[in-house]
T-cell receptor, first 117, second 114 residues
Framework: DAGVIQSPRHEVTEMGQEVTLRCKPI?????LFWYRQTMMRGLELLIY????????DSGMPEDRFSAKMPNASFSTLKIQPSEPRDSAVYFC???????????????FGAGSRLTVL | AQSVTQLDSQVPVFEEAPVELRCNYS??????LFWYVQYPNQGLQLLLK??????LVKGINGFEAEFNKSQTSFHLRKPSVHISDTAEYFC????????????FGKGTKLTVNP
């Protein structure tokens, strides 16, 4: 298995531009997570999906952020318009949620490093 | 809601020395506990997890952790570290029988010096 695949690995953009980050989870996994990592805040959960349905988006900073999961093999995180404070590494992770909810191991992608100038 | 506190943001040690990375958690329900490791420019990967049973959990690369319910701690240890153990280590918690939401601590940067 190729693991969780994220693109792009690096993105540099100017303030006000739209940014779209992409994620392909591991085949067979039914939960998908978007995390943001910064020096100040550490790893923050932005949103997670189960069976393509958003379950908890309480970590999404504001309306400029949106996430979709149109099918089991693809998810996007969009920022529009982007701001310098959005600069961070964004991680996608997936897991298989079986009967033992909460016990499952997340597999992380390599991350997308976003710089907003 | 759960929370995780990693008491040390940076831990420098010499090669072959023992190391302990501290983690305390807070939750109103029973929890599952995890340690993940992040090497430079990579995503996180699982080191070990505590779900139930023996409170001493062994993981990959010679690491182990002990769950202490009374002290709400899950400290990570290794008796002898290598240069290759230099990385950032994250403690994480999730609710038993709750959602899949995993809450991470802020991480401890372990630097192993020759």
């Amino acid at each position: 298995d190729a693991g969780v695949i994220q693109s792009p690995r690096h993105e540099v953009t100017e303030m006000g531009q739209e940014v779209t980050l992409r994620c392909k989870p591991i085949s067979g996994h039914n939960s998908l997570f978007w995390y943001r990592q910064t020096m100040m805040r550490g790893l923050e959960l932005l949103i997670y999906f189960n069976n393509n349905v958003p379950i908890d988006d309480s970590g999404m900073p504001e309306d400029r952020f949106s996430a979709k999961m149109p099918n089991a093999s693809f998810s996007t995180l969009k920022i529009q318009p982007s701001e310098p404070r959005d600069s961070a590494v964004y991680f996608c992770a997936s897991s298989y949620e079986g009967f033992q909810s909460g016990a499952n191991v997340l597999t992380f992608g390599a991350g997308s490093r976003l710089t907003v100038l | 809601a759960q929370s995780v506190t990693q008491l040390d943001s940076q831990v420098p040690v010499f090669e072959e020395a023992p190391v302990e990375l501290r983690c305390n958690y807070s939750s109103s329900v029973s929890v599952y506990l995890f340690w993940y490791v992040q090497y430079p420019n990579q995503g996180l990967q699982l080191l070990l997890k505590y779900l139930s049973g023996s409170t001493l959990v062994k993981g990959i690369n010679g690491f182990e952790a002990e769950f202490n319910k009374s002290q709400t701690s899950f400290h990570l240890r290794k008796p002898s570290v290598h240069i290759s153990d230099t990385a950032e280590y994250f403690c994480a918690v999730s609710d038993q029988g709750g959602s899949e939401k995993l809450v991470f601590g802020k991480g401890t940067k372990l630097t192993v010096n020759p």
